[in-house]
Every structure is written in structure tokens, then in C-alpha cells.
């Protein structure tokens, strides 16, 4: 402190001037210090402690983040792996953004740390399972954004540490069952999303653990009925959606939600609903039935605070038999909104101009009565549960998992529905392993050392969709496998010993849309192997050791949306085979060993096609006219490590969201000129840097000066850009840039 003192009564007596100038140079050493501190490929905007790190092909989180940032976006980076405490220099984090980061698997404790953050944003990545601690130490988050990956299953406690959290988002994802108490730890949660998964089955105490929630969102599942008993839990819900589910039937009390005021049940299957469906859900305003197949409705008893039905486009039969629906609809003043398709006088006439003596029955045929519900089975079915398994009636769920069983046992309750056997060391499924189990709709066979799938071993599964059967020793198929399960939609073969795609193995799956043959040793795409699946959606044929694709391979699988091809043994496009795939939206190349690239070669599917990956190729040469065709409608393309110097012209990519330029040699003279007015132009991190000549190398193509000295320079730049202008030149221009400066406080770093 003495030592202290002497500098202080120097600075007193300095000059007021002075005085005044000390808290800027202050601020200025502590921008400058921030800045040089900024990694690589990023922003550091210091006055509002933002850090960007947009598309910049990193393969870790930096760990030179200034420690005060409170916002940082990684978006379109290539992490693989979130590890432990990747974000323990950032401690001051409240928004984190790591969309488009190709993230596979979060570590335990991957978060660790970050007890300030309120908003995590991990969509469009490829998790496929989240662990118990992989989001640990968020005690204050309040969003959490999960969309678009692969998550499949959530262990019990994965949400267990996030007891602020307000918004839950789990659409598109491959879950498929909710077990009890899955949800456990979320007591403030308000709205969970779960739309667009593959959900079917519901544990009766999936929700229990949500006292706060206010909104749900099922809709596009596989739910064939409604989950009464596990929405029972919801009382304070007040929104439910549950539209473009198979649900055919709401039976008598269905519903007993205290606090639901709009349900929305529209674009389902529904061909009759019981009188007291809702009855115990007493607050219910709206009630959404459009796009269904009932033919009418009886009077809803019990509610009686109805304000809204929306019944349009359903077949109603306006006869007699509607009658006391629509005096129903009169009595208790509900708004209905619907037309008559039959009887062909009153066809298109809407529900509330009718009057009951245009209702009549006289010279019709009696309809047909609606769908009656099916016939539940009796607890369990009419079998036990096998001796070592696990089997719940009320979800209709049986689990066999890692019992070290040698045979795939029976006797599993007739209503089954999911059942899980993995780990367990089966080797072979035998003829008629599953007898008696109609409604199974999901099998887990992962990790059973099965060598042999037996003609017949999937008899009698009428009902199954997804069949699993990852990390085993299979190297061939026979299509007599799969006879008897033609609803078979997702088949996943990831990690098994195919050496080639077993031809015709697919012609008695008709219904099949996504097959994973991922890492395997498949050598060749042959014509033939793909019969039989004309549905397919999504094929997934990473990391395995493919060189040739017939020009007719994929011609069957004419709805192909997704193909990836990444880390095979491709030295080419295969642009015959991409011929005939009028619906390809996503094509994958990555890390295949492609040089050179000819002209037109996306050209068959160029009208559909919007990600393109061609990343870490070592490509060497695309042709001018590589891109022929393709346009606005790419949202996305990689680039990034590769070994050209230049690319076609892509001034025509005006739908661009994701470019990718990290870590490719461009050669920095007046051929690269077109690209580089053309980067000025977009708002967009693409990472391109020179890597030649000399006097360039490592400068950001965007802001090297070796333009300047080609001969048509000037004629479109940017004003701020050409440091040689003349001042008259450097007036401001009326017409409005490309581009906005920095923001004050940003400090860029160098590349």
C-alpha cells in the first residue's frame, strides 16, 4: 500500500487534461488485451463481451475465450465430442450457441461450470443419447435447444441438475418410448416440445415430475391412441397438442386434464369420439378435430365450457343421426366450424346454417356406425413375463437387457409393444422367435454377437417399425428375414460385418424409409441391391470402404431424400447414379478421396439438392462448370479443408445460410477476383484465407490487398475497401453498401 500511495499523488498532480484521458487509455489496454486474446478464426466484441466463431471448421472449443464473455456462438463448427469441462475458462457464459456443430456425443459433465448460462442452443447436431451427468452444472439455464439431433434415448436423470428451466425442445429426434419419470428435476418447466419424433409409447409416469408445465407438444408421432393416463399427471396444463398422430379412437374419459383449454387432435385418424370423452377435462375452450375421418360427433357431456370445435374436412353425414350434435352445438352456444359432404343435397353447406329438418334420414341407407374402439386385452395378455425380464402392462414394455441369455426368450405378454433384449449373447435368431407378439412395434437386438437372422425369424411381427440391430456380426441378410413384418420402416445395421449390401434383401419391406449401414466394410453399390425399397427416405452409408456405384443402384429408391456417402473410398462423384432422385435434398461426400471435380456433376439432382458436403476431400481441381445448375435452393455447403486455389463462379447460391471455405489454399491474384467481391457481399463467416502468393499467405481473402493491383479493380468494391481511392472517390455513395462496418469495441484477430 505505501508503495501505492507515491503513484497516486503522482497522478494527482498531473494536468486535468490528462486526468481526463487516464479511464480511456485504461479501457483502451483492456480492449487491447481482450483482443489479443481472441482465437483465431474469431470475433471478440469487447464493449458487449460477444465472441463469434461462425463456420470456422474448429475441431475443439478454444481455450482463449476472453474469461468475461457472457454470449458465445459456435455455429458450424466440428466438435464430434463436447468433453468434460470444455468451458471452464468461461465461467461468465449466459448464452451458448453450438448449432451445426456436428456434436455426436456429450461427455459427463461437459458443462461443468457454467452455473450462469440461461440458454443453450445444441440443434442440428447428431446426439443420439443423452447420458445422466452430460448436462450437469447448468443450474440456471432456462432454454435448452435439442432440436434436429438423433436422440434416441434419455437415461433417468439426464435432467435431473436443470432446475430453472422454463423451455424444453426435443422436436425432431428419434425418440421412439418416454419411461417413467424421464423428466424428473424440471419443476419449473412451463412448455416441453416433442414434436416430430417417433414416439409410441409412453410411460403412465412420464410426466409426473412437471408441476409447471403449461404447454405440450406430441404432435407428429406414432401414437395410436391417446395416453390418458400418463397426461393425467399434467394438472396445470393448459395446451396440448397431439395432431398428425394414428390416433383412431377417444374413448370415455379419455381426457382428464383439470386445466386443458385448447387440445388440438387434427390431422389424426379419429373416426368416432365417445359423448363423455372430455368430461373430465372441464376448463376445455377449443377443441381442434379438423382433417380426420369422422363421419359426425355425439353431444360432448361434461363440457360444458366449450367455445370452439373445428371440424373441417371430415366426411360428416348430415342425417338425422347429427341432429342432437347440432342441437348440442345450439344449446351450448359452441361455434362449430365444418361443412356437410353428405348427402348430396347438403353437401358443402356448413354446420351452422343447418336446420334440423334438412337433417333426414328417410331414402338413405343406414351409414355405417363409427369405428367402435378395439377391444383392449386383458392386462398383460394372456402369458407371463419370462423369468430374469421385466414387463410393464401399463406401457406395454418388456426388458430383457443384459441378462447374458443364450436364447431369445418367450412368452412375453401379447400386448407388448417395445421390447428391449440387448446385451445378451444370442449369436442367432431362430425361425419364429417372436410368436405372438401382433403389436410389437419396436425390437432392440443391439450388441447380441447375432451372426444369423433365419429365414422367419420375424414372423408374426404385423405391427413392428423399428428393428435394431447395431454392433453385431452379421454379414449377410436373406430376404425370407423379414417375411412377415411388412411395416418395418427403420432398419439400423451400423457397425456389422456386410462386406456388400445383400442383394434383394429388401423386397418384402415395401415400407421401409431409413436403412443405417454405417461402418461396415461394404466395397461396392451394385444394381440390385436396393429392390425392393421404393419408399426409402434416408440411407446412411458412412464410413464404409465403398469405390463404385452402378449407374442403376439407387434407381429403386426413387423418394431418396438423405444420402450419405462420407468416408468411403469414392474417387468420383457418382453422378450416374444420383440420376432419377428427384426428391435428394442432402448429399454427403465428405472425406472421400475425389481430386478433381468435372463439369455438371450435381447436375441429375439439381433441382432438389440444398446441403451439399464436400469437406476434407483434399480436392485439388473443380471444374468452372462443377456447379452447373445448382442455385438458390443450397442453404448449406462445405468446403472447408481442401487443396484448390480457386472455385467456380457461385454468385448464383443466393439461399446460402452455411458456407464453408476454412483452411483452403486460395491463390490470392486477379483469377480469385470474382470470389472475393462475391464473399464482400455476404453476410456470412466462410473462413477463406490465401495461401498464396507469399505476400498474402494467411490473410482473409475478404481483406487482402493483392487485388488492388488487377487492372478491373475498383469496378464493384466496396469503398472502405480500396485504400488507393482518390477523394473524390471517397464521398459517400446513395446507393447502400453490401455490407455494415464493425460494430465499435469489435476486435478481429488475425489470421
Same mark, same amino acid.
Request: net charge positive.
Given at each position: 500500500?505505501?508503495?501505492?500511495?507515491?503513484?497516486?499523488?503522482?497522478?494527482?498532480?498531473?494536468?486535468?487534461?490528462?486526468?481526463?484521458?487516464?479511464?480511456?487509455?485504461?479501457?483502451?489496454?483492456?480492449?487491447?488485451?481482450?483482443?489479443?486474446?481472441?482465437?483465431?478464426?474469431?470475433?471478440?466484441?469487447?464493449?458487449?463481451?460477444?465472441?463469434?466463431?461462425?463456420?470456422?471448421?474448429?475441431?475443439?472449443?478454444?481455450?482463449?475465450?476472453?474469461?468475461?464473455?457472457?454470449?458465445?456462438?459456435?455455429?458450424?463448427?466440428?466438435?464430434?465430442?463436447?468433453?468434460?469441462?470444455?468451458?471452464?475458462?468461461?465461467?461468465?457464459?449466459?448464452?451458448?450457441?453450438?448449432?451445426?456443430?456436428?456434436?455426436?456425443?456429450?461427455?459427463?459433465?461437459?458443462?461443468?461450470?457454467?452455473?450462469?448460462?440461461?440458454?443453450?442452443?445444441?440443434?442440428?447436431?447428431?446426439?443420439?443419447?443423452?447420458?445422466?451427468?452430460?448436462?450437469?452444472?447448468?443450474?440456471?439455464?432456462?432454454?435448452?435447444?435439442?432440436?434436429?439431433?438423433?436422440?434416441?434415448?434419455?437415461?433417468?436423470?439426464?435432467?435431473?441438475?436443470?432446475?430453472?428451466?422454463?423451455?424444453?425442445?426435443?422436436?425432431?429426434?428419434?425418440?421412439?418410448?418416454?419411461?417413467?419419470?424421464?423428466?424428473?428435476?424440471?419443476?419449473?418447466?412451463?412448455?416441453?416440445?416433442?414434436?416430430?419424433?417417433?414416439?409410441?409409447?409412453?410411460?403412465?409416469?412420464?410426466?409426473?415430475?412437471?408441476?409447471?408445465?403449461?404447454?405440450?407438444?406430441?404432435?407428429?408421432?406414432?401414437?395410436?391412441?391417446?395416453?390418458?393416463?400418463?397426461?393425467?399427471?399434467?394438472?396445470?396444463?393448459?395446451?396440448?397438442?397431439?395432431?398428425?398422430?394414428?390416433?383412431?379412437?377417444?374413448?370415455?374419459?379419455?381426457?382428464?386434464?383439470?386445466?386443458?383449454?385448447?387440445?388440438?387432435?387434427?390431422?389424426?385418424?379419429?373416426?368416432?369420439?365417445?359423448?363423455?370423452?372430455?368430461?373430465?377435462?372441464?376448463?376445455?375452450?377449443? @377443441? +381442434? /378435430?379438423?382433417? *380426420?375421418?369422422?363421419?359426425?360427433? #355425439? =353431444?360432448? !357431456?361434461?363440457? $360444458?365450457?366449450?367455445?370452439? %370445435? &373445428?371440424?373441417?374436412?371430415?366426411?360428416?353425414?348430415?342425417?338425422?343421426?347429427?341432429?342432437?350434435?347440432?342441437?348440442?352445438?345450439?344449446?351450448?352456444?359452441?361455434?362449430?366450424?365444418?361443412?356437410?359432404?353428405?348427402?348430396?343435397?347438403?353437401?358443402?353447406?356448413?354446420?351452422?346454417?343447418?336446420?334440423?329438418?334438412?337433417?333426414?334420414?328417410?331414402?338413405?341407407?343406414?351409414?355405417?356406425?363409427?369405428?367402435?374402439?378395439?377391444?383392449?386385452?386383458?392386462?398383460?395378455?394372456?402369458?407371463?413375463?419370462?423369468?430374469?425380464?421385466?414387463?410393464?402392462?401399463?406401457?406395454?414394455?418388456?426388458?430383457?437387457?443384459?441378462?447374458?441369455?443364450?436364447?431369445?426368450?418367450?412368452?412375453?405378454?401379447?400386448?407388448?409393444?417395445? @421390447? +428391449? /433384449?440387448?446385451? *445378451?449373447?444370442?449369436?442367432?435368431? #431362430? =425361425?419364429? !422367435?417372436?410368436? $405372438?407378439?401382433?403389436?410389437? %412395434? &419396436?425390437?432392440?437386438?443391439?450388441?447380441?454377437?447375432?451372426?444369423?437372422?433365419?429365414?422367419?425369424?420375424?414372423?408374426?411381427?404385423?405391427?413392428?417399425?423399428?428393428?435394431?440391430?447395431?454392433?453385431?456380426?452379421?454379414?449377410?441378410?436373406?430376404?425370407?428375414?423379414?417375411?412377415?413384418?411388412?411395416?418395418?420402416?427403420?432398419?439400423?445395421?451400423?457397425?456389422?460385418?456386410?462386406?456388400?449390401?445383400?442383394?434383394?434383401?429388401?423386397?418384402?419391406?415395401?415400407?421401409?424409409?431409413?436403412?443405417?449401414?454405417?461402418?461396415?466394410?461394404?466395397?461396392?453399390?451394385?444394381?440390385?441391391?436396393?429392390?425392393?425399397?421404393?419408399?426409402?427416405?434416408?440411407?446412411?452409408?458412412?464410413?464404409?470402404?465403398?469405390?463404385?456405384?452402378?449407374?442403376?443402384?439407387?434407381?429403386?429408391?426413387?423418394?431418396?431424400?438423405?444420402?450419405?456417402?462420407?468416408?468411403?473410398?469414392?474417387?468420383? %462423384?457418382?453422378?450416374?447414379?444420383?440420376?432419377?432422385?428427384?426428391?435428394?435434398?442432402?448429399?454427403?461426400?465428405?472425406?472421400?478421396?475425389?481430386?478433381?471435380?468435372?463439369?455438371?456433376?450435381?447436375?441429375?439432382?439439381?433441382?432438389?439438392?440444398?446441403?451439399?458436403?464436400?469437406?476434407?476431400?483434399?480436392?485439388?481441381?473443380?471444374?468452372?462448370?462443377?456447379?452447373?445448375?445448382?442455385?438458390?435452393?443450397?442453404?448449406?455447403?462445405?468446403?472447408?479443408?481442401?487443396?484448390?486455389?480457386?472455385?467456380?463462379?457461385?454468385?448464383?447460391?443466393?439461399?446460402?445460410?452455411?458456407?464453408?471455405?476454412?483452411?483452403?489454399?486460395?491463390?490470392?491474384?486477379?483469377?480469385?477476383?470474382?470470389?472475393?467481391?462475391?464473399?464482400?457481399?455476404?453476410?456470412?463467416?466462410?473462413?477463406?484465407?490465401?495461401?498464396?502468393?507469399?505476400?498474402?499467405?494467411?490473410?482473409?481473402?475478404?481483406?487482402?490487398?493483392?487485388?488492388?493491383?488487377?487492372?478491373?479493380?475498383?469496378?464493384?468494391?466496396?469503398?472502405?475497401?480500396?485504400?488507393?481511392?482518390?477523394?473524390?472517390?471517397?464521398?459517400?455513395?446513395?446507393?447502400?453498401?453490401?455490407?455494415?462496418?464493425?460494430?465499435?469495441?469489435?476486435?478481429?484477430?488475425?489470421?
Amino acid at each position: 500500500m505505501s508503495g501505492l500511495l507515491p503513484s497516486l499523488q503522482g497522478w494527482l498532480t498531473l494536468p486535468p487534461p490528462v486526468l481526463f484521458l487516464l479511464p480511456r487509455l485504461w479501457l483502451s489496454a483492456l480492449g487491447t488485451t481482450a483482443a489479443a486474446r481472441c482465437p483465431t478464426p474469431c470475433v471478440c466484441d469487447n464493449l458487449r463481451a460477444h465472441v463469434l466463431c461462425l463456420n470456422g471448421s474448429l475441431t475443439a472449443v478454444p481455450n482463449t475465450i476472453p474469461e468475461l464473455t457472457k454470449k458465445l456462438d459456435l455455429r458450424g463448427n466440428s466438435f464430434t465430442v463436447i468433453p468434460a469441462r470444455a468451458f471452464l475458462a468461461t465461467p461468465y457464459l449466459t448464452h451458448l450457441d453450438l448449432q451445426h456443430c456436428k456434436v455426436e456425443r456429450l461427455e459427463e459433465g461437459a458443462f461443468r461450470g457454467l452455473g450462469r448460462l440461461v440458454y443453450l442452443n445444441l440443434a442440428s447436431n447428431g446426439i443420439a443419447l443423452l447420458y445422466q451427468e452430460s448436462l450437469d452444472g447448468l443450474s440456471s439455464l432456462q432454454q435448452l435447444i435439442l432440436e434436429g439431433n438423433r436422440i434416441e434415448e434419455i437415461q433417468p436423470g439426464a435432467f435431473g441438475h436443470l432446475g430453472s428451466l422454463t423451455v424444453l425442445d426435443l422436436r425432431a429426434n428419434a425418440l421412439v418410448y418416454l419411461p417413467d419419470m424421464v423428466f424428473q428435476g424440471l419443476q419449473v418447466l412451463r412448455w416441453l416440445r416433442l414434436s416430430h419424433n417417433a414416439l409410441h409409447v409412453l410411460g403412465s409416469e412420464a410426466f409426473a415430475a412437471l408441476p409447471a408445465l403449461r404447454r405440450l407438444s406430441l404432435d407428429h408421432n406414432e401414437l395410436q391412441a391417446l395416453p390418458g393416463e400418463a397426461l393425467a399427471r399434467l394438472d396445470g396444463a393448459t395446451w396440448l397438442d397431439l395432431g398428425h398422430n394414428p390416433i383412431t379412437y377417444v374413448a370415455e374419459e379419455a381426457l382428464a386434464m383439470a386445466s386443458l383449454r385448447h387440445l388440438f387432435l387434427d390431422h389424426a385418424s379419429l373416426q368416432d369420439v365417445a359423448q363423455d370423452a372430455f368430461a373430465r377435462s372441464p376448463q376445455l375452450r377449443m @377443441l +381442434d /378435430l379438423r382433417e *380426420n375421418q369422422l363421419q359426425g360427433l #355425439p =353431444p360432448l !357431456a361434461g363440457a $360444458g365450457g366449450l367455445v370452439r %370445435v &373445428s371440424l373441417d374436412g371430415n366426411p360428416l353425414l348430415c342425417s338425422c343421426l347429427l341432429r342432437p350434435f347440432h342441437r348440442w352445438l345450439a344449446r351450448a352456444r359452441v361455434q362449430a366450424e365444418g361443412a356437410c359432404a353428405a348427402p348430396p343435397a347438403l353437401r358443402g353447406r356448413s354446420l351452422n346454417s343447418l336446420k334440423s329438418p334438412e337433417m333426414r334420414c328417410s331414402r338413405l341407407r343406414p351409414p355405417p356406425s363409427p369405428s367402435a374402439p378395439p377391444e383392449q386385452p386383458r392386462a398383460g395378455g394372456s402369458r407371463q413375463c419370462p423369468r430374469g425380464c421385466v414387463c410393464s402392462p401399463d406401457f406395454h414394455h418388456g426388458s430383457c437387457e443384459n441378462r447374458d441369455l443364450r436364447e431369445i426368450p418367450r412368452d412375453f405378454p401379447e400386448d407388448t409393444r417395445l @421390447l +428391449d /433384449l440387448r446385451r *445378451n449373447p444370442f449369436r442367432t435368431v #431362430p =425361425p419364429d !422367435a417372436f410368436l $405372438g407378439l401382433k403389436g410389437l %412395434v &419396436s425390437l432392440h437386438l443391439q450388441r447380441c454377437s447375432i451372426r444369423t437372422l433365419h429365414p422367419g425369424a420375424l414372423r408374426g411381427l404385423e405391427s413392428l417399425v423399428y428393428l435394431y440391430l447395431t454392433n453385431n456380426h452379421l454379414s449377410t441378410l436373406a430376404a425370407a428375414a423379414f417375411e412377415g413384418a411388412p411395416q418395418l420402416a427403420y432398419l439400423d445395421l451400423d457397425h456389422n460385418s456386410f462386406t456388400h449390401v445383400p442383394a434383394g434383401t429388401f423386397r418384402l419391406l415395401p415400407n421401409l424409409i431409413s436403412l443405417h449401414l454405417q461402418h461396415n466394410t461394404i466395397g461396392e453399390l451394385a444394381e440390385g441391391d436396393l429392390a425392393g425399397a421404393r419408399g426409402l427416405r434416408w440411407l446412411y452409408l458412412a464410413g464404409n470402404a465403398i469405390r463404385h456405384i452402378a449407374p442403376a443402384a439407387l434407381a429403386p429408391t426413387k423418394m431418396l431424400e438423405k444420402l450419405q456417402l462420407e468416408g468411403n473410398h469414392l474417387s468420383e %462423384v457418382p453422378t450416374a447414379a444420383l440420376r432419377g432422385l428427384p426428391a435428394l435434398s442432402e448429399l454427403k461426400l465428405s472425406r472421400n478421396p475425389i481430386k478433381h471435380m468435372g463439369d455438371g456433376v450435381f447436375l441429375p439432382v439439381a433441382s432438389s439438392l440444398q446441403h451439399l458436403y464436400l469437406d476434407n476431400m483434399g480436392l485439388e481441381w473443380i471444374s468452372p462448370h462443377a456447379f452447373t445448375g445448382l442455385g438458390p435452393k443450397i442453404r448449406s455447403l462445405y468446403l472447408e479443408s481442401n487443396k484448390m486455389s480457386n472455385i467456380p463462379d457461385m454468385s448464383n447460391f443466393t439461399g446460402l445460410e452455411i458456407l464453408n471455405l476454412q483452411d483452403v489454399p486460395f491463390h490470392c491474384d486477379c483469377q480469385l477476383l470474382p470470389l472475393h467481391r462475391w464473399i464482400n457481399k455476404l453476410n456470412l463467416r466462410i473462413g477463406a484465407t490465401c495461401g498464396s502468393p507469399a505476400e498474402a499467405q494467411g490473410l482473409k481473402v475478404k481483406l487482402s490487398t493483392t487485388f488492388q493491383t488487377c487492372p478491373d479493380w475498383g469496378q464493384g468494391e466496396a469503398g472502405e475497401n480500396n485504400p488507393n481511392k482518390t477523394k473524390a472517390a471517397s464521398k459517400p455513395s446513395k446507393k447502400k453498401r453490401s455490407g455494415k462496418p464493425p460494430a465499435r469495441g469489435f476486435s478481429k484477430s488475425r489470421a
